[in-house]
Structure formats: C-alpha cells, structure tokens
C-alpha cells in the first residue's frame, strides 16, 4: 500500500495526580505502564515513527533503549495540559504531510490490530477513532437536578489512538479539549468511528491498575 508516514504521538506527561505518582511508570503485571503502549505502537505495522511526549525523558529513553523501541525519533516535553502537550509533540514533526495517531499513554492495553485498524480508517476518510457503546443510562444534570436523558443508542465512550491526517490536524485551533477528535470536528471534518476494545481501559486511579491486570491476556503479559 502506498501510502504518507504516520507518527505516533503518545501523551506520557500527565500531573497523575489522582495516582499520587507518575502512572506511566507504575507497574502493570510487573512491568511499566508506559512499555505496553510503547510496545504496541512498535508492533503496529503502519506505524512508522513514534514520538513520546513527557517529561521524564532519561527514564523514557532508557526504557526505549533497553526493550528495542526503535521507531522513536524524539521525546518532547509536555505542556500545561493534555491538549498542550499533544500539540509539542504534533510541533515535533518535521513533515506537513502523513497522518498522526495520538494516543494516551495511559491506555496500555492497546493493541497493535486495534491501530491499524484506526489507522488503515484514517487514510480513507482522513479522521478515525475507535468507540465503544455506552451501557448505562446516561443523564445531563445541572444544579443537582436530570436536565434530559440522551438516546443511549447514540452515545459511545472514545478512546485512543485517534488518527488524522497531518494538515487537518495543523490547522486546528482549539487551545484544550477532552480530546483530539473535538479539535477536528470544530473545523466541521466528520471522523470516522470504528469499534473499539473494552479492555482499552485508562489507567487513572490506582484501583484501574488491578482491572487492567485482570484484563491483561497471555499475550500482553509476556511483552
């Protein structure tokens, strides 16, 4: 398939301050919680280069070095928040053209089949994320009191990698949002959904760690 580079942006640089630690160096099954991602974008086939955004970057690096990641090209600092932080990595490709798959570092359980998937989505429609159905009722409340009660049909929970073509992404002008799909949709683009995983969980409380540990398969333990 011919097709432009594809970046991977993994966001490693969030306060954890629900966790009281950094997250990504937390352990999962023995091993830190960053590697997983790590491991699996460099698996990914139409991955071809990985830039990791955080700010511990001697022990990032090492832990490149020391389990054979070699599609990063560059650690960049994080910023004030996520949507910051992103964009100094999305800053540190030197190309204008490609697609850019930004993930959170703090989804370890992602698989390799799950960003291609997104990825090969992205190149025919340009934007992609993966979704998966909410299973509660969801309600809207303000002061303490149910404003409206939205079609559980229609709401899907996204997750990440969320992949875009470069140049879309550069003219994006939002300073902050949940995540990068919203950037895109303010310039009136329609991303492409494809079907997520449950088991790609974000790790955000100590407690997430053991689910995820209850998740990991064969295949994830023995990275």
């Known amino acids: 398939m011919n097709r432009n580079k594809v970046t991977?942006?993994?966001?490693?640089?969030?306060?954890?301050?629900?966790?009281?630690?950094?997250?990504?160096?937390?352990?999962?099954?023995?091993?830190?919680?960053?590697?997983?991602?790590?491991k699996a974008f460099q698996a990914a086939e139409l991955i071809d280069e990985i830039i990791v955004v955080g700010n511990n970057?001697?022990?990032?690096?090492?832990?490149?070095?020391?389990?054979?990641?070699?599609?990063?090209?560059?650690?960049?600092?994080?910023?004030?928040?996520?949507s910051a932080s992103v964009r100094n990595g999305v800053n540190a490709i030197t190309r204008e053209s490609g697609l850019v798959a930004v993930h959170d570092g703090a989804r370890p359980l992602i698989t390799a089949e799950l960003i291609n998937k997104v990825i090969e989505t992205a190149i025919q429609h340009k934007a992609a994320i993966p979704v998966i159905p909410v299973?509660?009722?969801?309600?809207?409340?303000?002061d303490g009191f149910i404003t409206a009660t939205p079609d559980r049909n229609t709401m899907f929970s996204a997750q990440t990698p969320q992949a875009f073509d470069l140049q879309l992404y550069r003219r994006t002008t939002l300073t902050s949002a949940t995540d990068d799909s919203a950037l895109i949709e303010q310039l009136g683009v329609k991303v492409k959904t494809v079907q997520g995983?449950?088991?790609?969980?974000?790790?955000?409380?100590?407690?997430?760690?053991?689910?995820?540990?209850s998740l990991s398969s064969q295949a994830w333990e023995e990275i």
Request: a positive charge.
């Open 135 to 142: 299973k509660d009722t969801i309600k809207t409340v303000a």
């Open 197 to 213: 995983d449950i088991r790609n969980i974000k790790i955000t409380t100590p407690e997430d760690i053991k689910v995820a540990e």
């Open 8 to 38: 991977a942006v993994i966001a490693a640089g969030g306060s954890s301050t629900r966790m009281g630690f950094d997250k990504m160096f937390a352990e999962l099954n023995n091993k830190p919680i960053l590697l997983y991602s790590l």
């Open 57 to 82: 970057t001697e022990k990032i690096s090492a832990l490149c070095k020391e389990h054979g990641i070699t599609k990063l090209i560059a650690i960049v600092s994080g910023g004030e928040d996520r």
